[in-house]
C-alpha cells in the first residue's frame, strides 16, 4: 500500500504569509496527486489535481507541484478564506488510493 | 448543476448492517467512476470504495474488504454502499464523491455530496 505522509500537522500563519505542505508518497506515484481544501462540517473542496493542475475556479494564489515521492501546496498570500485543513491524496491506481494526514493551517 | 445527495445513515448497533445511497443528478451519472470516502469524527478522510461506469471493478480500503460492498444503479443515477459486521470503528461521515478521470484531464473527486454520519454504538 502506498502511504502519503503530511508535513506539517499544524502550520500557524498570517494573513499575507506564504505558506507550503508538503506531502510524501512511500513510492513513486508520478504526478498521481490531489489536493483538497476542508472547513469544519463541510465537504472537501478540490484545489489542485495531477500534481500541478489548478481546479477550475480554485485562485490563483494555490499551486503545487512535485512527481514521484514529493510534493508541495503553496498558497502564495494567505487569506482569511484560507484558514482551513489541506489533504493531499494519491490516486496512481484505482486499486487503492489514499490521503495524507491533513495540515491545519491556523491563524497566527 | 451537479449534485450529489447521500442518505441512509444514522444509529446502529455493532455487528448490524447499513445500506447508505447517493443520488446523482446534473451530471451523466453512468459516464463516470464513483467512490465512497469516509471520516471519523474529528479525523482525517479515509478513501473507502471505487466503482466503474459499468459496476464491473470494485475496490475497496482493506479495512472493510469482506463486510462492505458499494454497487451502482445507472438507470436511478444512484450509487450505494452496503455496510455489513458493522464495527465502532467505522462510526464516521460517509461521503460519496465523483471521479472525473480521462474526460477532465484525470482530475480526481471534484464533485462530493454533503455526507451522511453513521455511528455504530451500543
Known amino acids: 500500500d502506498i502511504q502519503m505522509t503530511q508535513s506539517p500537522s499544524t502550520l500557524s500563519a498570517s494573513v499575507g504569509d506564504r505558506v507550503t505542505i508538503t506531502c510524501r508518497a512511500s513510492q513513486s506515484i508520478s504526478t498521481w496527486l490531489a489536493w483538497y481544501q476542508q472547513k469544519p462540517g463541510k465537504a472537501p473542496k478540490l484545489l489542485i489535481y495531477?500534481?500541478?493542475s489548478l481546479e477550475s475556479g480554485v485562485p490563483s494564489r494555490f499551486s503545487g507541484s512535485g512527481s514521484g515521492t514529493e510534493f508541495t501546496l503553496t498558497i502564495s498570500s494567505l487569506q482569511p478564506d484560507d484558514f482551513a485543513t489541506y489533504y493531499c491524496q494519491q490516486y496512481n491506481s484505482y486499486a487503492m488510493w489514499t490521503f495524507g494526514q491533513g495540515t491545519k493551517v491556523e491563524i497566527k | 448543476e451537479v449534485q450529489l445527495v447521500e442518505s441512509g445513515g444514522g444509529l446502529v448497533q455493532p455487528g448490524g448492517s447499513l445500506r447508505v445511497s447517493c443520488a446523482g443528478s446534473?451530471?451523466?451519472?453512468?459516464?463516470?467512476?464513483m467512490s465512497w470516502v469516509r471520516q471519523a469524527p474529528g479525523k482525517g478522510l479515509e478513501w473507502v470504495a471505487n466503482i466503474k461506469q459499468d459496476g464491473d471493478e470494485k475496490y475497496y480500503v482493506d479495512s472493510v474488504k469482506g463486510r462492505f460492498t458499494i454497487s451502482r444503479d445507472n438507470a436511478k443515477n444512484s450509487l450505494y454502499l452496503q455496510m455489513n459486521s458493522l464495527r465502532a470503528e467505522d462510526t464516521a461521515v460517509y461521503y460519496c464523491a465523483r471521479v472525473p478521470g480521462y474526460s477532465s484531464g484525470w482530475k480526481n473527486f471534484d464533485y462530493w455530496g454533503q455526507g451522511t454520519l453513521v455511528t455504530v454504538s451500543s
Open positions: 495531477k500534481a500541478s
Open positions: 446534473g451530471f451523466t451519472f453512468s459516464s463516470y467512476w
